[in-house]
T-cell receptor, first 107, second 117 residues
């Protein structure tokens, strides 16, 4: 079983829409999670950390559900520039990446 | 913020030749360097972890004699793909730990796209 698994999408949404997706993880002891963003043919870039209490950064909200072992990312008021692949990552002395969820925001 | 310079950004080589990829931490000392490989539409897969001055630790299934890693200084790590074959064509990315960044110490290079023909 993979350490982190994601719905690959793609999620095609119009500008201004809200889009949300999850990532499940297998190690119940995992403590540290992140969402990264990766644009085509580029390196991944940190979007935000994920805290147990949930955290928000502008239009982005991340949640961690330990009981069900998943993390989520919600994007409000989608912009064209939000089109990217979003990678779920957990840090267990090394970073383990999910395969990514592709989001395409259309005009 | 911390910067990791990776080059070349892309390379095309003939089958059987070797290719060296360099990652340099420009404004911090990278005590640990991680090397990843990413095939199209797949996740980044960790290949190996290297600590300055010691041998790299390879992940299961990664041939250490084929992917030579050298981390001789705190600012430079290299990955050499020896006797490259078309199946080695991939996107290789390094990540350095040790920088003072909001990224909890993980700074990525910009990646190297290797095409073996």
């Amino acid at each position: 079983r993979k350490e982190v698994e994601q719905d690959p999408g793609p999620f095609n949404v119009p500008e201004g829409a809200t889009v949300a997706f999850n990532c499940t993880y297998s190690n119940s002891a995992s403590q540290s999670f992140f969402w990264y963003r990766q644009d085509c043919r580029k390196e991944p870039k940190l979007l935000m950390s994920v805290y147990s209490s949930g955290n928000e950064d502008g239009r982005f909200t991340a949640q961690l559900n330990r009981a069900s072992q998943y993390i989520s990312l919600l994007i409000r008021d989608s912009k064209l520039s939000d089109s990217a692949t979003y990678l779920c990552v957990h840090n267990d002395y090394k970073l383990s990446f999910g395969a990514g969820t592709t989001v395409t925001v259309r005009a | 913020g911390a910067v990791v310079s990776q080059h070349p950004s892309w390379v095309i080589c003939k089958s059987g030749t070797s290719v060296k990829i360099e990652c340099r931490s420009l404004d911090f000392q990278a005590t640990t360097m991680f090397w990843y490989r990413q095939f199209p539409k797949q996740s980044l897969m960790l290949m190996a972890t290297s600590n300055e001055g010691s041998k790299a630790t390879y992940e299961q299934g990664v041939e250490k004699d084929k992917f030579l890693i050298n981390h001789a200084s705190l600012t430079l790590s290299t990955l050499t793909v020896t006797s490259a074959h078309p199946e080695d064509s991939s996107f290789y990315i390094c990540s350095a730990a040790g920088g003072q960044t909001a990224n909890y110490g993980y700074t990525f290079g910009s990646g190297t796209r290797l095409t073996v023909v």
